[in-house]
């Protein structure tokens, strides 16, 4: 009797597979079709470096290099000069060489003014490693580019159409920070 | 200082040729399927049909220059019906598999990837031959021959609808056994002779594997013999009507599919070419044209198989007729269409077990093997001989 009971056990483990697969093949493909549809992915990741300029086109950097300091790879090269119209540093001069930089985001979480920041564009491949050393100019059109960046000092950021850089709601923001105001607010209220 | 360009300024942009993911086109695969069958009927009716039967009407059979052209031209034919089936079921398989797993599978030539198969061949085709200079080099060219010429023989035995075959075989199922029986030859001669330790195992495991299933197979295909009165697949199908033999040979039946599946060396029994254990098993050295005969022969039984379960069991060309003479012509492609509509639903069903389960461990094969199948296909050729008996007396 035992072994009809093995077979039908058998069969019933295999009738439950089949089906299982059979409900498979009605979901839609988790497939990413990378090169040819870009996914987003959230800004919170460190991918490219951006430096954000204000609304008005002026730096935020102020040229305090913090950023140059604390990298530990020393990627990071600023030459600067002193503001002929006001107090402070303008930049002169911001490289920064991605071949080498390891990608640790410390001098995102130096910058005191969220100058430099993460982006969600990701797409480093070159064919000359010296392509790779990235000057001001290319930082700067990459923040311009950027819809949305973070910092550990603002979180993230975003620009609306009209060009404007506000903060992003906080759904948008990591570490769950909506779920912990919603908490927040239900204690309040009860 | 040279300036690292933008993403948008790269010299290569991607570019997906014949499928856009943000627009799927389901519609588009499926007509490109029906299209596929439609073109598998065809080369059906031309191979099965309409060939044989000119050469019965005018009688050129009968002069050695006539059956000499008839062998040619339906040696011919046999091929390309191979061929296409090969191409479809390859895309077929690859595509399911993809649905399955929750990809999308081959998806780069034709609509939705549905001409990938083609252009592999074409790459096959275009490859080097190689053969490594340490293999028994006559064994190791003759092998992929032997294994595609059993499948390709297979195919003369089949009957799509009445009147409509290659070959008219008094002892067809006896003609299956033995033909298909060579197919293991190829496989072990193939493994061994390439002088590869993996290639080594597969031989071994397909030997073992091969002529373990072959006898529950053959108690199988003669447990219907018995119970139809005839080795012919003609009579036996005509001895379906009013029932298939699926009720009755029931256990039979069981016993066909697990051996066949066994035979064909699809997933839960692929051990003489699991991928995961010993690199590709029998043909790991096998490159170019030689490989694509392995894998043609592969999905020719993909589609034989099917084929002769559903002549043996489901009552291989029945279907409604709508008052058509069943000898005309029109019956007969309605007849073929319904034959290859069931070797398709068991085709799927092959691809869906393919696609579901493990693959089982050496002992554990040769357990089922021996222990289970034998004995219940003899329980199938006593159900079988004992419901003959009452089918004389009533
Ligand atoms: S991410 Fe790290 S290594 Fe790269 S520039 Fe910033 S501090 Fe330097
Ligand atoms: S830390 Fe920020 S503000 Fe200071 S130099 Fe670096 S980017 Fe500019």
Not at chain 1, 29 to 46: G, L, Q, R
Request: a negative charge; one cysteine or more; hydrophobic letters at 50%.
């Amino acid at each position: 009797m035992s072994l009809f009971a093995e077979v039908w056990d058998a069969v019933k483990a295999v009738a439950a597979g089949l089906e299982t697969v059979h409900r498979r093949v009605k979901q839609p493909p988790a497939t990413e079709f990378y090169p040819y549809k870009k996914p987003e992915i959230p800004p919170v990741s460190v991918q490219f470096l951006a430096l954000i300029q204000n609304e008005d086109g002026t730096d935020r950097c102020v040229a305090c290099l913090q950023c140059e300091r604390v990298c530990p790879s020393q990627v990071i090269t600023i030459e600067r000069k002193r503001n002929p119209e006001g107090k402070g540093f303008v930049l002169e001069r911001f490289d920064l060489d991605f071949a080498n930089c390891m990608h640790c985001a410390n001098c995102v979480e130096a910058c005191p003014v969220s100058a430099i920041v993460t982006v969600g564009e990701f797409e480093h491949a070159v064919y000359d490693i010296n392509f790779l050393k990235a000057d001001k100019a290319f930082l700067d059109h990459i923040g311009h580019e950027a819809k949305i960046w973070y910092s550990p000092k603002f979180g993230v950021e975003m620009r609306t159409p009209e060009g404007k850089i506000v903060k992003a709601p906080p759904e948008m923001q990591p570490g769950g920070l909506a779920e912990l105001l919603k908490e927040a607010e239900g204690g309040e209220g009860a | 200082m040279s300036r690292m360009p933008l993403p948008t300024e790269r010299l290569v942009q991607p570019r997906l040729v014949g499928y856009d993911p943000t627009r799927p086109k389901p519609w588009l695969e499926r007509i490109a399927y029906a299209l596929f069958f439609s073109a598998l009927w065809v080369m059906v009716v031309l191979a099965y049909g309409v060939v044989p039967t000119v050469f019965r009407h005018y009688g050129w059979l009968k002069s050695p220059l006539g059956f000499a052209a008839y062998a040619v031209i339906e040696a011919v034919l046999a091929f390309l019906l191979a061929a296409v089936v090969a191409l479809i079921l390859i895309v077929v398989l690859r595509k399911y598999l993809g649905k399955v797993q929750e990809r999308v599978g081959p998806m780069h030539y034709g609509p939705a990837g549905v001409f990938q198969t083609v252009f592999d061949a074409l790459k096959l085709l275009g490859k080097e031959d190689f053969a490594p200079r340490r293999v028994d080099w006559l064994i190791f060219r003759l092998a992929p021959a032997i294994v595609f010429v059993s499948a390709f023989l297979l195919m003369v035995a089949i009957p799509v609808a009445p009147g409509w075959l290659i070959a008219d075989l008094d002892v067809g199922l006896l003609y299956i056994v033995a033909v298909s029986t060579l197919g293991a030859y190829g496989v072990v001669l193939g493994g061994l002779s390439q002088g590869n330790k993996w290639g080594l195992l597969g031989a071994f495991r397909a030997g073992a594997q091969l002529v373990s299933y072959e006898v529950p197979l053959a108690i199988a295909l003669l447990s219907v013999g018995v119970y139809a009165g005839s080795l012919r697949f003609v009579d036996i199908v005509e001895h379906q009507y009013g029932l298939w033999h699926v009720v009755p040979l029931f256990l039979s039946f069981i016993v066909y599919l697990v051996a066949s599946i066994a035979e064909l060396k699809a997933t839960p029994f692929d051990l003489p070419e699991a991928e995961s254990e010993i690199v590709a098993g029998y043909n790991t050295e096998y490159s170019g044209m030689s490989f694509a005969f392995f894998f043609l022969a592969e999905f020719v039984e993909l589609f034989l198989l099917p084929g002769f379960m559903v002549l043996l069991f489901f009552g291989g060309w029945h279907g409604p007729l709508f008052g058509l003479d069943p000898t005309s012509f029109a019956a007969g492609l309605l007849q073929s269409f319904y034959f290859l509509v069931k070797v398709a639903v068991w085709v799927w069903i092959f691809l869906w077990i393919r696609a579901t389960l493990p693959r089982f461990r050496d002992d554990q094969l040769m357990d089922l093997a021996w222990k289970g199948l034998l004995p219940l296909s003899l329980v199938g050729l006593l159900v079988a001989a004992l419901f003959r008996m009452f089918l004389e007396v009533l």
